[in-house]
């Protein structure tokens, strides 16, 4: 089916589109089909727009990204698909490896996710070759890769699972991601969250990295926006907005 463009819904069935295709590559799993209807009904209530929270956490994100000395994206099935071009051009400016870690692993899908972004420009792909593991996690959910996420002391991980999160935190990362749900394990856990739709959120954080970098900022000045940033406030803040427009729809 063609939507047309001025459907209400058009960007929200047309990323649906993007995820069946991806399912139809290999590339999604099932459960990720389901992990983004759960993503959609966070959206709603953000009136799927980026946020001034977002904003504000998308920025510490862009500081600690800029400040970081091995910083790593970590890709799953729903990243692979919805914006393999945003994480090759957010590697390829920091100059950092994309590393395909997936939860549901089998290694087909590791296989085409990596070529897939290699297809979509991204020259550092990992994760074919896992020869570490990540200490908590049980067998095929623990292994990453030595030059990857294993000694990467910044990690970005959009959609992670909170479990995963929590072990990324053990291991001594600064875990920044990407969830539209300010309630789940994941969000709770990171360092930062930017609660916003992936697809809105990449070109984001990637405009604001260019700009800093531009801009030539300062180390000491990306500290002071990186620390002075808090996730929790920020999470406090994200939900409070969520209830309230949910009261406002209520009394419509
Ligand atoms: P957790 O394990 O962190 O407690 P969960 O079990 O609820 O979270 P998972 O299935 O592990 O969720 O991970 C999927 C997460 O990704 C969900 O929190 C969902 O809200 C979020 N999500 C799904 N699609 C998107 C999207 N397009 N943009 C941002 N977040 C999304
Ligand atoms: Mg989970």
Redesign the pocket.
């Given at each position: 089916m063609t939507v047309p463009r001025s459907h209400p819904r058009y960007m929200s069935l047309m990323?649906r589109d993007k995820l069946v295709e991806g399912w139809n590559e290999g590339l999604v799993a099932t459960q990720g089909l389901i992990?983004?209807g759960?993503?959609?009904a966070?959206d709603y209530l953000l009136g799927e727009t980026t946020t001034p929270e977002a904003l504000e956490a998308a920025n510490a994100a862009a500081c600690r990204l800029l400040l970081a000395v091995r910083p790593v994206i970590s890709v799953n099935g729903?990243v692979g698909a919805?914006v393999p071009d945003e994480v090759a051009s957010l590697c390829n400016i920091l100059k950092c490896p994309a590393e395909v870690n997936l939860f549901h692993r089998t290694e087909e899908r590791v296989r085409r996710l990596a070529q897939h972004l290699r297809e979509h420009g991204c020259l550092d792909v990992l994760g074919e070759v896992p020869d570490e593991r990540i200490e908590g996690l049980e067998h095929a959910r623990a292994l990453c890769c030595g030059e990857g996420i294993f000694k990467a002391d910044v990690v970005l991980v959009?959609?992670?699972?909170?479990?995963r999160?929590q072990a990324l935190k053990h291991a001594g990362k600064f875990v920044i991601t990407?969830?539209?749900?300010p309630l789940?394990?994941?969000?709770r856990t990171a360092d930062i969250t930017i609660v916003?739709?992936?697809?809105r959120?990449m070109p984001v954080l990637i405009s604001r990295v260019n700009e800093l970098k531009d801009g030539m900022v300062s180390t000491e000045d990306l500290l002071k926006v990186a620390g002075g940033f808090s996730n929790s406030a920020n999470m406090a803040n994200v939900l409070r907005r969520m209830t309230s427009g949910y009261s406002r729809m209520r009394e419509k």
């Open positions: 990323t992990a983004h759960r993503g959609e966070f729903n919805l959009p959609l992670e699972d909170g479990d999160c990407i969830d539209l749900n789940s394990r994941t969000s916003d739709n992936l697809v959120a």
